[in-house]
């Protein structure tokens, strides 16, 4: 039957991702179990899938990952998205309406700035864009 592997595979799928998003945080579990209040030996246990995660514990890991549940249970992001990115819309949705306004102000100035960059080079020609690459 399926039903014994669903048990296996479960805490496997959250230990895994508990791992990964340890990992993408350069934290150790010894820093991560600290940080829950359980024993790092019980965190490697979650990990490798031979405890499962007590909803407790999963809630206490979100919450010091600042993600909600819907976050920690998709797979994995597009490939075009990095966690570069994602650091930075989680910071950029932290902002008040303003000082979001004035990011969006920002990047749209740097697009079109970088836009002319690009077409004064491509219009100056070769020798200019060479002498370019070189500064």
């Excluded at 805490?11 to 340890?22: M, S």
């Amino acid at each position: 039957m399926n039903l014994g592997r669903s048990k296996i595979k479960q805490p496997l799928l959250v230990g895994d991702r508990i791992r990964t998003l340890r990992k993408d945080r350069n934290l150790t579990q010894a820093e991560l179990a600290t940080s829950i209040g359980i024993q790092q030996s019980d965190l490697c246990r979650m990990e490798n899938g031979e405890y499962k995660v007590s909803l407790e514990t999963l809630f206490k890991i979100l919450s010091i990952f600042q993600i909600n549940i819907a976050e920690f249970f998709h797979e994995e992001a597009p490939p075009s998205i990095s966690e570069k990115d994602v650091d930075f819309l989680r910071e950029f949705q932290k902002l008040d309406f303003k000082a979001q306004r004035e990011v969006w102000d920002f990047v749209r100035f740097k697009r079109l700035d970088g836009d002319a960059d690009e077409t004064e080079s491509q219009s100056a020609g070769p020798e200019h864009r060479d002498r370019e690459q070189k500064e």
